[in-house]
């Protein structure tokens, strides 16, 4: 079924009642004497929707679902509630409301770099600043320069937890419903599991418990990549740039995406044949995107104050490293000030490896042999190279077939490459290898056991890792329900296990949809370790002298998960790569005999 | 067979997720209210459970739900016995909340179970729209807010009722039905509004021959009379041994309450209350007497006596009289026409209307007793549905004043109107056409109706503030709000009569 559109006044076709939609979902299972049911619980809330009723309907009910459950986690602790002196998340993007609204913006990036220094990019600055003033508008005192720190106000909170939500339905929803309708449209999947598909996307429980719960604005920067996506399914190449630099322009961590989208618009300017004007504009508008990105603030280190204020802040490293000499009253002195204290804010990499447990290579080998013993600079590098070597196969296979439809596999692959393998990672980075792992479901046979399956695991093993971080916000309860809701819309273990029976009776039932046996042991096994570890960390204590161990044990079983589902998405690139060009020989040996 | 998903059980497990996601919203005293029964009952012997008074929220419940609370409280005991302390006034430690909130969750259990029985007992084709019916009743916002946001125990003493409401569907049921709902009554005496309908309902169909009214059935009536007296001596009988009943008396029936309650529930008083409002600055000039010590009081809808400054005063007789004509009217229809289970109910949600509209202190949330039972016959035909859609809205909507604070507002705002979107749209596809005609006129005020409610809840909940500020007229999206749900409730009221009457 076609999403109605306002603008075209087409004749209305008559529709038609599909038997058995989204042939390759499975979603419903005969049950014999013309009866059917349900193959998940999330298929039977929209079981009476499978007739096609319109999307009118369908998406604000779906959408006011999804932010009933959003508010009701918003509800519950933030990062740092009544943590004196730094508190935490919260109180760092509240800080920087307050700096935004109240200092000319060269002073943004070097205003007390001890308390919460600004070390997002410009987009980030520039929301906080348009939240700053809308807040203010409502109460000053939330915002006020200085007095405000840690300042803690239920009004405050719901405030903040509003902007969340709001920036969340401004971006990632209008992007994620709109890829979602291309998306499953360019793959043949009916409007009925593009639905299902939706609802779950947007009820992954690891995002709403960062965002909404712990407190961040990930939402914005992963919906701003989506629209990116969107874009390229659309076509249009140059919007797809510029939703891309929007999205690294909001936080930095959109770089795990980087490497990915460099490889595909490259591909597409070079292959079938190679398109110069196509690479030229693409280069073009995205230097033109960046610079608009930073035009704010350097038309703010333009004048002589700005200098000023400069004269009083370190010179940052990267501006004292230049070769050339420069007269500190000169407009560009300031430009370059500015553009560097930027780069220097935002890409810290005077920082460790890694910072506390997180489930990645590092952090895994740091377990068992020191990797303090090190130079940073040889760590450095060797966290740089074992990065590249991870994902240098995807973007390869990216470049060299340039298919919109590779380009979730690829993306998931190369973020858990990059999860894994690079340098600072957060356990909140498993939000971008898990967010084009799960728009996976929307695809053909998406739905599927074998996806299904795949897709919860590495979802649910995602929230498990984050668990000893939500327990220090006290959000144990919002994860609990939030991972357990989903695991049972989606039929997956610990609340059901039907999606690793197989159903010999269906003759027409497709063996490589169903998960195999060596799936199912390693799921459950992950499954059991992951339920083994919750009931060992809430009754036996550490033992002395490893105050951390049930943490560190949480960081390495992730790991380990982290690098199977690494390898699933490596193996789906391989198989989807395969089939592509499979397809396209046959195409092309039909076109010969004709 | 129409398939019947997603299932009870689906809708009840995601509806306890987003309950449980609840625990740390907005509660009111009536938390502090339970918590304080829980550690009266379960730290005082039984004979001081009606005398305690170091809170000023003092057991006034019947003994069963007392009972409850005492059963309760046995498991309270391993969650923070510190909760149990009846001094410890106002105490909500994070156990207490959980332990609370959950023994809502977990007694609505009894809901879900009452509504699988209503499903199972309509005959096939009617099936469908019975679930779709008892979803709606299960999901409804009305418990949401009132259960498990503000704080009571309706969803579970609901399925009791539903319970009791089902078992009166068959013959050999009836005796159950109506023990039940003596049970129901020793809980909660506010179904004691509903109680005339069942005694008439049971009288014509179980006490009397069906053929005749002078052939008494005594077996029947034998063994309702032992079951019903049984329960309200096991209820009642310990008070009445140590001398108790004047003081249990006292306790439940505080008649020294105003009209109106605080917020005003939107009934026919609202309505006089209002008109009395409007009458203040036309009197001068009609030559009316105004009475100026009651200028002040409907305003504030502080509760206590409410005065008017130019219409009469109404006092508890008066109320009383016009509740019992109103109820007296529907269960004419019962009483010749027994057996019919359909008339039953609808005579139940009409005793309803009538203590709701012309009640004395009337609570807002005792429009559930109006919604819940209409909710399941309202898809008995479109004549049906057309006069639950405004009451919908209306009864629903009436409730937002209980919950004000900030972070209530999207919750309550949002979950109502996807309640409201779903069901009003999925009953519209399942209400079979009805027999005879509709009202034209009718149908279409009921739409103008809902159109307005769109612009009245922006207006109350965001444009009077943007235009006014925080303080200023602050009592007047109250009574606009109040006004236009007492009109809704009427409105639906008017039409259940005229469906009822000519079905």
Redesign the interface.
Known sequence: MAPPTPSSHRPRKKRKVAISPGSNNNLILDLGDGK???AF?LV??L??ARAGVSQW?IL??VL??V???R??????GYSGFQVPPMHGDFEAQRHWMEITTHLPLAKWYTYDLQYWGLDYPPLTAYHSWLLGKIGSAFDPAWFALDASRGFED??L??YM??TV?VSEYLVFIPAVVNFLRRYTRMQGVHAWSASIALVAVLLQPANILIDHGHFQYNTVMLGLVVASLDAILAGRMLWACIFFVGALGFKQMALYYAPVMFAYLLGVCTFPRINIPRLVSIALITLASFALLLAPLLVGASNAEARKAFASSPVPPMLQALPIHMDKNAVAYGLLFQLTQIIHRVFPFARGLFEDKVANAWCAIHTFYKLTRFDTTLLQRASLGATLASIIVPCAIIFRHPRASLLLPALSAVSWGFFLFSFQVHEKSVLLPLLPMTLLLAGNGGLSKETRAWVGWANVLGSWTMYPLLKRDELR??YI??T??WA??LGLPPTSFETYRSRPSQEDSNAQFEPSILTTLLHFSFYLAMIAWHILEAFVAPPPGKPDLWVVLNALIGAGGFGIAYLWCMWKLFTQCREISRQATEEESQKKKQ | MA?L???LA?CA??AA??K??????YKSTDFEVHRNWLAITHSLPIQEWYYEKSSEWTLDYPPFFAAFEWLMSQAAVYADPAMLIVKNLGYDSWQTVYFQRSTVILTELVLVYALSRFVKSVPLPNRQAAHVASLSILLSPGLLIIDHIHFQYNGFMYGILILSIVLARKQSTLLYSGILFAVLLCMKHIYLYLALAYFVYLLRTYCLSLKSVFRPRFGNIFKLGVGVVGVFAIAFGPFAQWGQLLQLKDRLFPFSRGLCHAYWAPNIWAMYSFADRALISLAPRLGLPVNTSALNSVTRGLVGDTSFAVLPEITKEYTFILTFLFQLVPLVKVWFNPGCWDTFVGAITLCGYASFLFGWHVHEKAILLIIIPFSLIALKDRRYFSAFRPLAVAGHVSLFPLLF???DF??KT??T??WL??FL??FDRVAPVPERPRIFLFDRLSLLYLTISIPLIIYCSLGHQLIFGWDRLEFLPLMFMSSYCALGVVGSWVGFMVVYFTS
């Open positions: 059917q049911s349900p619980p039977s809330f079981w009476a309907l604000p009910l006011m679902a932010g009933l459950f508010w009701a986690v918003s509800l519950w239920p009004r909170k719901v937890r509003a939500v309860v919002p329900v939030m357990l809701l049972y819309l | 398939d998903y997603p299932s689906h497990i995601v997720a987003f449980v996601l609840l625990f740390p919203a604070t900030a972070s999207p919750l949002i979950y109107v996807l979107v779903l749209f999925v």
